[in-house]
């Protein structure tokens, strides 16, 4: 599995931005996918995860509100809308596989076997 994540930028508070995640190497619905991030001087946190049929998927509490996860199978994309972006959002984001029969280690990065390079997003007061 090969994992691509894009889309990121420098953006304004307020403004939203989609990120993309492209996989290859074995059928996208194969696996389900999660979003995470990495401020600068913190550890990476849970984003997001959808299934691997995309019918299922959830957010961080801190971000709930705000952001949503798509999956498109046909196009071997996974997205992260990201609306009314905040300072706080800044952020290398990263998406990766989740290969598990089970669901319930979704949150933990150590779940996941594949891990694309993050795509930076910077939020400008």
């Known amino acids: 599995v090969q994992l691509q994540a894009s889309g990121g930028g420098l953006v304004q508070a307020g403004d939203s931005l989609r990120l993309s995640c492209a996989g290859s190497?074995?059928?996208?619905?194969?696996?389900?996918l999660g979003w995470f991030r990495q401020a600068p001087g913190k550890e990476r946190e849970f984003v997001g995860a959808?299934?691997?049929?995309?019918?299922?998927?959830e957010t961080a509490d801190s971000v709930a509100d705000r952001f949503t996860v798509s999956k498109d199978n046909a196009k071997k994309t996974s997205y992260l809308q990201m609306n009314s972006l905040k300072p706080e959002d800044t952020a290398v984001y990263y998406c990766?596989?989740?290969?598990?029969?089970?669901?319930?280690?979704?949150?933990?990065?150590?779940?996941?076997?594949?891990w694309g390079r993050g795509t930076l997003v910077t939020v400008s007061s």
């Open positions: 990766a596989a989740y290969l598990r029969s089970t669901w319930y280690e979704r949150k933990s990065q150590a779940a996941y076997d594949y």
């Open positions: 190497g074995r059928p996208f619905s194969d696996y389900a």
């Open positions: 959808i299934t691997a049929s995309g019918g299922n998927w």
